[in-house]
């Protein structure tokens, strides 16, 4: 499969993140979803809990930052591994929300961490210029 243009891939990355916010604000101010008790055997008070569904509402900034202004501050390897960090940030807050009976967005989250995953791992997610970026030349051609 071939590369995909390098606006096609700031246009799915601004998406991706405007897509991560509205899902945290549809999250905690219209569907009033509430965290786990304990993340990873850590008990959590009320303060705590607010401040984590702060996290996961703004967590979109990453992508909108980052990967849809093309920034490129890492290598390409660097730059899929902190791609598929991402993804596993997405698969561990897909796993924060307290189980509800009807489709909620813990699903959403998990879709979104094999997209961001995939694309990780495939490292057609970043532009010509982040291949580039890191890179040392050794020859001079004329």
């Known amino acids: 499969m071939k590369r995909p243009s390098d606006s096609q891939i700031r246009i799915a990355k601004i998406v991706l993140g405007i897509m991560l916010i509205l899902t945290g604000i549809a999250a905690f101010n219209i569907q009033n979803l509430s965290l ?3 993340i990873f055997g850590i008990n959590l008070d009320a303060t705590s809990k607010q401040y984590i569904s702060y996290i996961i509402m703004g967590i979109g900034i990453i992508p909108l930052v980052l990967w849809g202004l093309d920034i490129n501050l890492l ?3 660097r730059t899929r591994i902190l791609q598929i960090v991402f993804a596993i940030i997405l698969f ?3 796993g924060m929300f307290v189980e509800t009976p009807t489709l909620s967005v813990d699903i959403f989250y998990f879709l979104l961490w094999l997209v ?3 694309a990780g791992v495939t490292g057609k997610a970043i ?3 982040g291949l580039k970026t890191g890179q040392k030349i050794t020859k001079i051609r004329v």
């Open 127 to 129: 532009t010509k210029k």
């Open 92 to 94: 561990i807050i897909s």
């Open 116 to 118: 961001v995953f995939i």
């Open 75 to 77: 290598s390409r390897g």
């Open 36 to 38: 786990e008790n304990s």
